[in-house]
């Protein structure tokens, strides 16, 4: 089992930048696929971006891509989401979620993820 804490997120105006990170907890976090997921108000959780237990295969969606970046450190036990040219369309709670079954493989879909942190608040402001 890995526990997650996001940590990173806040308020920031249109085009600015954040970096959120997510802290997992247990010695199996290397073997782990992860993603980062966002949902808004009113709006369904989807898929932001995912990167697989290596880091050697990435995946974006269509509305982050070229400005958003995902990257780990597995000696740190922590994934990255670099966000820049933020946008009031990006605000929402972002989540990271860890997916075991599937290590060298990027879902998109949320069920396919196990392990989920309690999510932090990005707010870009127009």
């Known amino acids: 089992q890995v526990q997650l804490v996001e940590s990173g997120g806040g308020l920031v105006q249109t085009g600015g930048s954040l970096r959120l990170s997510c802290a997992a907890s247990?010695?199996?976090?290397?073997?782990?696929?992860m993603g980062w997921f966002r949902q808004a108000p009113g709006k369904e959780r989807e898929f932001v971006a995912g990167?697989?237990?290596?880091?050697?295969?990435?995946a974006y969606a269509d509305s982050v891509k070229g400005r958003f970046t995902i990257s780990r450190d597995n000696a740190k036990n922590t994934v990255y989401l670099h966000m820049n040219s933020l946008k009031p369309e990006d605000t929402a709670v972002y989540y990271c979620?860890?997916?075991?079954?599937?290590?060298?493989?990027?879902?998109?879909?949320?069920?396919?993820?196990?392990?989920w942190g309690q999510g932090t608040q990005v707010t870009v402001s127009s």
């Open positions: 979620a860890a997916d075991p079954s599937k290590p060298g493989f990027v879902s998109r879909s949320s069920n396919e993820y196990d392990y």
């Open positions: 247990g010695r199996t976090f290397s073997w782990y696929a």
């Open positions: 990167i697989t237990y290596d880091g050697g295969k990435l």
